[in-house]
T-cell receptor, first 110, second 112 residues
């Protein structure tokens, strides 16, 4: 299988930018995802990027992919208290399974 | 929008009981998955199914079985629940071509 790693915790002040990082091991990964899990809820797809892209921007979210280093990041601009959640990185090689990281708990301090 | 529905939000069972967790999706997806989520471990795949009556073991299938008699429904079965199966269980589905995985809201199972 694939190893997907994330740091467990991140704290930022409201209004600052948050950067959540993820590394993976399989260079043939084709789709890379960011999911958000709010307390007591399932996972909600936030955004995704194909492996032939370096960057994708969607409103306050920016995804950066460095294929050479197998590094994926999610930047949240102007972080709000409603962004407090667990963020999961997930990657797939196109087969049926997705491999998930451990999740990063983002805490936004007012 | 895709809807993935898990039948119970919270479930409390006793050691040794047989437990059924049900999941239904309404988008005619071929692929369905059961994950468990534990703090610090992320999501771990228990079983998945890519078609009716087909199933494949994931990373941690021990102590679990699954059933896919109809395309829209994927059941996770704990034959004899144990305390180490206390966890959040997440069901997910995706179509054949579309690689996006859609999740249910989860079932928090406590085995006493």
């Amino acid at each position: 299988g694939e190893d997907v790693e994330q740091s467990l915790f991140l704290s930022v002040r409201e209004g600052d930018s948050s950067v959540i990082n993820c590394t993976y091991t399989d260079s043939s990964s084709t789709y890379l995802y960011w999911y958000k899990q709010e307390p007591g809820a399932g996972l909600q797809l936030l955004t995704y990027i194909f492996s032939n892209m370096d960057m994708k921007q969607d409103q306050r979210l920016t995804v950066l992919l460095n294929k050479k280093d197998k590094h994926l990041s999610l930047r949240i601009a102007d972080t709000q208290t409603g962004d407090s959640a667990i963020y999961f990185c997930a990657v797939t090689t196109g087969a049926n399974n997705l491999f998930f990281g451990t999740g990063t708990r983002l805490t936004v301090i007012p | 929008d895709v809807k993935v529905t898990q039948s119970s939000r919270y479930l409390v069972k006793r050691t040794g009981e047989k437990v059924f967790l049900e999941c239904v999706q309404d988008m005619d997806h071929e692929n369905m998955f059961w994950y468990r989520q534990d703090p610090g471990l992320g999501l771990r795949l228990i079983y998945f199914s890519y078609d009716v009556k087909m199933k494949e073991k994931g990373d941690i299938p021990e102590g679990y079985s699954v059933s896919r008699e109809k395309k829209e429904r994927f059941s996770l079965i704990l034959e004899s629940a144990s305390t180490n199966q206390t966890s959040m269980y997440l069901c997910a589905s995706k179509g054949r071509v579309n690689e996006k995985l859609f999740f249910g809201s989860g079932t928090q199972l406590s085995v006493l």
